[in-house]
């Protein structure tokens, strides 16, 4: 079929065209909704059944709901309380302020009586609360000084206004937190937990021969090992105990003695006072089984030491000593932390890095 044929017959064409698609997809359509509406009709079947099956919710039913609710609702009420109660204590004015203990009852942002805005700013009221925090966190060091970690107002001639006021205490306080936290890190290496429940032969074989009256104890911290037999002395002044203990290094890595104090809490296990007493221990490098291959400090070669002796041979300090209480406790201890240093402290410095930009407020 040439083009001009084509041109002149294209209705005719088209025509034929359309009586052949339109029935086709005509019957394509129907067949396709049909299967369609089938399933949505066999949905709304399934619906209206389950409907009428269901039975409906009694009384009781709605009652325990609404026990429910209220439950929640008083659960939700102690949460914040909990939460609350946590937070509350969280700004606290200088102890040194006359009036800090009322100060501490207003709410933040409330106002500031004059007097006490004005003693506030004072150098022996206001700067001592940063030594405070500093001295809390030693033996780590804050880097610089204080001055160069933290951040303060310098007021000079300023007086400040009650939101001066309030704004720098805020930052005293948020600070006080973040130094707890180096503080409590620390303490996590200087407290002994008390292992002495199922080490009890252990420790009657290591501690011969028996003395009577002695209590035996075994304490563990990330550190060390102290094994304790403790007995009121039969000889010197009242408040003589006599102790023997034996450190070991249960650590990783080889550390050195030198001398280490520790502080017994001793007391009733039950009730009754505590006291506390200093056990000063001497001694020299200990290494640590765990730790095979270490370096002397010595050693500039850097010469490793050879494999370290198993568990029941590990090197250890014994030692006996009398310490004196100052009182007449119970032969028994409580409770032993070490007394950091700074060989030990877990956070060394406090470097200036760490420290907050300073707010537009602070002068």
């Known amino acids: 079929m040439d083009k001009d044929t084509l041109v002149k017959q294209h209705f005719w064409i088209l025509l034929v065209l359309a009586l052949i698609l339109i029935p086709v997809t005509m019957g394509s359509v129907w067949m396709g909704v049909g299967d369609a509406t089938i399933e949505q009709k066999k949905k709304i ?19 325990a709901m609404e026990a ?5 609702e008083g659960m939700k009420t102690v949460v914040w309380k909990k939460v609350y109660d946590k937070q509350k ?51 780590t060091e804050l880097a610089g000084g ?25 930052d005293l306080c948020v600070q006080r937190e973040m130094l707890k936290c180096v503080g409590q890190v620390n303490q996590l290496l200087a407290h002994f937990d008390d292992k002495t429940s199922g080490a009890e032969k ?32 039969d000889k010197g002044k009242a408040g003589d105990f006599n102790v023997r203990c034996k450190l070991k290094n249960i650590s990783h890595r080889r550390l050195n003695v030198a001398r280490i ?12 006072p505590t006291r506390a007493v200093i056990l000063p221990i001497e001694g020299e490098y200990l290494a640590s089984y765990k730790d095979v291959q270490n370096v002397r400090p010595e050693d500039e070669k850097g010469d490793e030491l050879p494999e370290q002796p198993k568990e029941k041979d590990r090197p250890a300090v014994f030692w006996e000593k009398t310490i004196n209480t100052g009182g007449s406790p119970k032969a028994f201890v409580k409770g032993v932390d070490q007394r950091l240093d700074a060989r030990y402290v877990p956070v060394k410095h406090r470097e200036d890095r760490t420290r907050l930009p300073r707010p537009p407020h602070f002068g």
């Not at 079947?45 to 409907?51: F, G, M, T, Y």
Request: aromatic share 12%.
């Open 68 to 72: 429910e609710k209220s439950k929640q």
């Open 45 to 63: 079947e399934e619906r209206e059944n389950k409907l009428k099956s269901a039975k409906a919710k009694g009384k009781d039913f709605l009652d």
């Open 261 to 272: 104090d520790f502080t017994l809490t001793l007391g009733d296990p039950n009730t009754g």
């Open 146 to 170: 204080w001055q160069q970690v933290m951040r303060y107002v310098r007021w000079g001639e300023r007086f400040p206004s009650s939101e001066d006021c309030w704004l720098a205490v805020e």
């Open 89 to 139: 204590d969280l700004i606290q004015w200088p102890s040194r302020l006359t009036h800090a203990a009322s100060l501490n009852t207003l709410y933040f942002g409330d106002d500031v009586p004059e007097d006490d805005r004005n003693s506030f700013r004072r150098a022996d009221v206001y700067i001592p609360s940063f030594e405070d925090l500093a001295n809390d966190v030693k033996p």
């Open 202 to 233: 252990e420790l009657q074989a290591l501690f011969q021969p028996p003395v009577a009256g002695e209590s035996l104890h075994r304490f563990e911290s990330p550190y060390w090992r102290l094994d304790l037999g403790i007995s009121k002395s």
